[in-house]
């Protein structure tokens, strides 16, 4: 299985930062790389696919980039509503796999 | 608007079985795969099992293989996970969710509220 790794898994930043979230695959996953964000007691909502496509809906301060092993999520200036957590999930083979996670937390 | 629905979670005693449905609503169902993924209590999430769509290939993760049954009823527009012989560590949520697979990419884009699965005794 490819294993997924996120870092950081929490961090504290005020609203206005600029936030950047690495992921990291065990093997080449080319850019089959999709990016998730979950509040608390709610569904996973898509924010980005194939790494660097964000989806209908999302705010532009969400962008993605990367391919192969490395990838990053960035919010360019941190709002209220961002304060959730994020996770990185290949879909390159099956099985499906997601990174551990990054809780963004408010400074 | 694209609505899934699921339901059927509730306690259940270690050993035990429950069926899992997702209702489907606001696309063509029958044109997307889909997926169940489940998250335990305070974890992170974990993919489960998926389906195409006409149910001829499914696949699970190994931790369910064997004990747990994706189906699809495409006239019903309904997504079931059948689960036997539960352990503790089944006890999570668990989301339905549509996968689009096309020429953008493969990616899930719409997730259930998803429903609560505890096994315990």
């Known amino acids: 299985d490819i294993q997924m790794t996120q870092s950081p898994s929490s961090l504290s930043a005020s609203v206005g930062d600029r936030v950047t979230i690495t992921c990291r695959a065990s093997q080449s996953i080319s850019n089959y790389l999709n990016w998730y964000q979950q509040k608390p007691g709610k569904a996973p909502k898509l924010l980005i696919y194939t790494a660097s496509t964000l989806q209908s809906g999302v705010p532009s301060r969400f962008s993605g980039s990367g391919s192969g092993t490395g990838f990053t999520l960035t919010i360019s200036s941190l709002q209220p509503e961002d304060f959730a957590t994020y996770y990185c999930q290949q879909d390159y083979v099956t099985p499906l796999t997601f990174g551990g996670g990054t809780k963004v937390e408010i400074k | 608007e694209v609505q899934l629905v699921e339901s059927g979670g509730g306690l259940v005693q270690p050993g035990g079985s429950l069926r899992l449905s997702c209702a489907a609503s606001g696309f063509t169902f029958s044109s997307y795969w889909m997926h169940w993924v489940r998250q335990a209590p305070g974890k992170g999430l974990v993919w489960v099992s998926r389906i195409n769509t006409d149910g001829s290939s499914t696949n699970y993760a190994d931790s369910v293989k064997g004990r747990f049954t994706i189906s699809r009823d495409n006239a019903k527009n309904t997504l079931d996970l059948q689960m036997n012989s539960l352990r503790d560590e089944d006890t999570a949520v668990y989301y339905c969710?549509?996968?689009?697979?096309?020429?953008?990419?493969?990616?899930?884009?719409?997730w259930g509220q998803g429903t609560l699965v505890t096994v315990s005794s």
């Open positions: 969710a549509r996968y689009y697979y096309g020429s953008t990419g493969y990616y899930i884009d719409y």
